[in-house]
């Protein structure tokens, strides 16, 4: 996938999730320049902006990577970072991609 490929994927997602209002920019970086992590967003809440980053080649699906990363900005404010966060915003990454995939 080229990053204008990424940046169409983020662009339908972020109109799904009513996320317009936030300027949102995404890009691949090398295997391994995010840690663990395979996918990151910085997430400026003042600005309403969003750099997300996906490692190229991802383990599981870009989309899905994409969602995950916006599900975190849709409930930007309501959650503290911790495990458990990290759980229940999977379970709702599956059930949006599972549901938009029907
Ligand atoms: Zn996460």
Redesign the pocket.
């Known amino acids: 996938m080229t990053t204008k490929g990424l940046n169409r994927l983020v662009g339908k997602w972020q109109k799904r999730m009513r996320l317009q209002d936030w300027e949102i920019a995404a890009e691949f970086v090398p295997p391994g320049s995010l840690g663990d992590s395979v ?1 990151l967003a910085a997430v400026e809440p003042d600005y309403r902006t969003v750099q997300m980053k996906i490692q190229e080649d991802p383990p599981a699906d870009v989309e899905s990577h994409v969602v ?2 916006l ?2 900005v849709r409930l930007w404010g309501w959650t503290a970072p911790n495990d458990r ?2 759980g229940d ?2 379970m709702l990454t599956v059930a949006l991609v599972d549901a938009y995939r029907r």
Do not use: K, M, P
């Open positions: 996918a995950h990363e599900v975190h966060e990290e915003i999977n």
